[in-house]
Each structure stands twice: as structure tokens, then as C-alpha cells.
């Protein structure tokens, strides 16, 4: 059975799915739950996830991240935790871009985790970033804890989205801000055209031959296909609790930045 939500999106019947990518999954035939399965599914491409991320993208996708930390820049956060890090490029960014106290990373991957920690120990950054296996769902800081919380790529592989961005929301500080890097689809009719031919059959089948891995970009494109983007997105935030929420298209559309503030 498939439902509707308010926003519009079909929602899964499994119990936890709200949104209509909730209830997307890397491995359909699976028993596992969503967070599980995506670890599962980081675990087995974190040694070619940077690669991959590049290639597939251009490189444009370094230009989204400094886009997107630079909005940060006036309130000079110091403590900074990245939700999602993955293998801590948005972590090693922010370092770069904000030179905060310290920035902690937190994910349910250990393979991209043990990525992340090599990449940061090589560039002799272990004491101002720390990678440790967490569940955005499940956040173990107190209350009121960072300055800022940024997530690159990952809220749609959130088992409960509106779960996690009340989480991120109580461990920011009054006056905090999330910012919120994630794919969207395009709305022009020619480069939309152009854009679910490459998402649909290029980016899976060059995952299947570099990756060893199609499921996981064709989860990729499945969960983009279903995320709740633009407004609608914004307007669960506010939903939640979060303030001056906005959002800005990059590249005709294909990627967000979304941000709110406690």
C-alpha cells in the first residue's frame, strides 16, 4: 500500500516512512532496516566513494560544498559537527574555510569513517577533527552543543527525516545554524530530459563498472527521485522548529543548499 503525503510525494507503508524516501532502500529484497542497509551499502563503496563523487560530478560538486560552508563564514562558529561526514571531505573543508576550535563528524559507516580518519590523520588534523560512528537519529551530545551543524549528501538517506532535523536542531545552540547540501531535480524541461537519462542509466551502470556496486547509485538516483526538495523541504524544517529557513538551486537545479537557524 502506498499513501500520500501533504507535500504530495508517495509515502512506503513500512511504519517509519512519513516521506516517500524514507522508505527507499539501497537492497529491496533486504530485511534489514533502511540505516543499516545504508551503512551497509557505504561499507562496501567507502574506498572508491571519493573517486566516484568526482567523477560522476565534474568536480563540480567541491564548488557546491565551499558554496555551502561559506554561509557559516559571519557567524564564526567553534564547534561544528558534520552529520553524514562520510569520509570527511565536508569536515576537511570547513577546517579550511572556518578554522573553528573543532569539528566533529559523526556517521553509521565505519568503512567511510576509516577512510575519513586516514585522509585527516595525513593531513595532521586529528586533533581538530574528530570522526566517531554515530546515528543522526540519534545524536549522543547534550543539548545546545554546536555552534553550527552542516550535512552534505545525506538527508535522504535518513531512516526518519523529520527525527533527524530535530536531533541536529537540539544539539545547536540558540542562534545556531544547519546548513544542508543535497541533490534535487532539475525543473527545466530540456535539462530534466537530459539530466534522468544520465541519474537513470548512466550514473548506475558507470557505478556497476567503477564501484563494483549498481545498487548504490541506483538508490542514489531513486532516493533524489522521492526527496522532499525546495519549499517542501524548508517547510518540514519549519515544521520541526527551525527559523529564516531558505534554500538556493545550484547548477540548473540539480543540487540545494538549504539552511535554518535555532
Not at 507503508?13 to 545504508?38: I, R
Not at 562520510?86 to 559507516?109: C, N, Q, R, V, W
Not at 533527524?164 to 542562534?175: F, I, Q, T, Y
Request: proline residues 5%.
Amino acid at each position: 500500500m502506498i499513501t500520500i503525503s501533504s507535500f504530495g510525494n508517495y509515502v512506503s507503508s513500512h511504519p517509519m516512512a512519513k516521506f516517500a524516501h524514507d522508505g527507499v532502500v539501497p537492497y529491496q529484497n533486504s530485511e534489514l532496516e533502511k540505516k543499516q542497509q545504508v551503512a551497509e551499502m557505504f561499507n562496501n563503496i567507502a574506498g572508491r566513494y571519493d573517486f566516484m563523487n568526482r567523477f560522476l560530478s565534474a568536480g563540480i560538486d567541491v564548488k557546491w560544498r565551499k558554496k555551502a560552508i561559506n554561509l557559516l563564514k559571519p557567524l564564526r562558529p567553534q564547534q561544528v559537527l558534520d552529520v553524514a561526514t562520510g569520509t570527511g571531505d565536508f569536515a576537511i573543508m570547513a577546517h579550511k574555510l572556518l578554522h573553528p576550535e573543532k569539528i566533529t563528524g559523526i556517521d553509521i559507516s565505519e568503512g567511510m569513517l576509516a577512510v575519513g580518519k586516514e585522509k585527516i590523520k595525513k593531513l595532521g588534523l586529528s586533533q581538530l577533527i574528530d570522526l566517531q560512528k554515530g546515528d543522526s537519529e540519534t545524536i549522543h551530545f547534550p543539548d545546545n552543543s554546536f555552534d553550527a551543524i552542516t550535512v552534505a549528501f545525506g538527508v535522504r538517506n535518513f531512516q526518519n527525516l523529520e527525527k533527524g532535523l530535530s536531533e541536529m536542531l537540539r544539539v545547536l545552540k540558540p542562534g545556531g545554524k544547519l546548513v544542508v547540501l543535497e541533490f534535487s531535480r532539475p525543473n527545466k524541461p530540456v535539462f530534466k530530459t537530459v539530466y534522468n537519462i544520465y541519474m537513470n542509466i548512466l550514473a548506475p551502470g558507470i557505478g556497476k563498472m567503477l564501484a563494483k556496486n549498481r545498487e548504490a547509485y541506483q538508490y542514489l538516483n531513486d532516493s533524489m527521485q522521492t526527496f522532499p526538495e525546495r519549499d517542501q523541504f524548508t517547510q518540514i524544517m519549519q515544521g520541526v522548529g527551525y527559523t529564516d529557513t531558505s534554500f538556493n538551486p545550484l547548477t540548473m537545479g540539480i543540487c540545494c543548499i538549504y539552511s535554518g537557524t535555532k
